[in-house]
Nanobody, 125 residues
């Protein structure tokens, strides 16, 4: 089970940190991704991090330099630090896990098998 938290309302330019906690399995061997979705649009891969056996990360161009994904294996938690937030970052954010090689799954939502519930992020102008 994956539990996403940390969403909320923030002004443009502000920061939020999302957390994705796993229970029932040790996801150090899983790729973990953060995805977001707004009504009427497809779910978008925001940032994804590979399992600890391979140190890789992917960021969507729209968030590079502003968002950082990190993993705390001791806490079985993955974080998404979001800085310099923009109104266009407003979305429901989901975390997901995948057991494939990162070269296969990357940050493509349809490759991820295990999903948490979403946490809503609203950035006001």
């Amino acid at each position: 089970q994956l539990q996403a938290s940390g969403g909320g309302l923030v002004q443009a330019g502000g920061s939020l940190r999302l957390s994705c906690a796993a229970s029932g399995f040790n996801f150090r061997y899983h790729n973990i991704g953060w995805f977001r979705q707004v009504p009427g649009k497809e779910r978008e891969g925001v940032a994804c991090i590979s399992s600890t056996t391979r140190s890789s990360a992917y960021y969507a161009d729209s968030v590079k330099g502003r968002f950082t994904i990190s993993r705390d294996s001791a806490k079985n938690t993955v974080y998404l630090q979001m800085n310099s937030l923009k109104t266009e970052d407003t979305a429901v954010y989901y975390c997901a896990a995948d057991f494939e090689d990162f070269s296969v799954s990357g940050c493509r939502a349809h490759r991820y098998d295990y999903w948490g519930q979403g946490t809503e992020v609203t950035v006001s102008s």
